[in-house]
């Protein structure tokens, strides 16, 4: 059985960049941008997918993961 995780996401309109910077709020440090939220939103998803991926291998190389788990991902979005 595999778990399904939401994560918030926090939108900020950048002047200087000119768009938008997603902060998942759920994972430290984990952030993108975008144009538009939209643009915003998809490379989010990208960026929640490869946080994930560096966990395992993080996790792996401790020796601490016994099976690999494919969760899927949803998402809920703050506009600030």
């Known amino acids: 059985m595999t778990k399904k995780l939401s994560y918030l996401i926090k939108f900020t309109y950048d002047k200087t960049y000119k768009g938008y910077v997603a902060d998942v709020i759920n994972l430290y440090g984990c952030m993108s941008q975008g144009k538009t939220k939209k ?41 600030v």
């Open 39 to 79: 643009e915003a939103m998809e490379n989010a998803k990208k960026a929640i997918q490869a946080y994930m991926e560096a966990v395992k291998k993080t996790e792996t190389k401790k020796d601490l993961v016994k099976e690999v788990v494919n969760i899927p991902i949803s998402f809920a979005c703050a506009s």
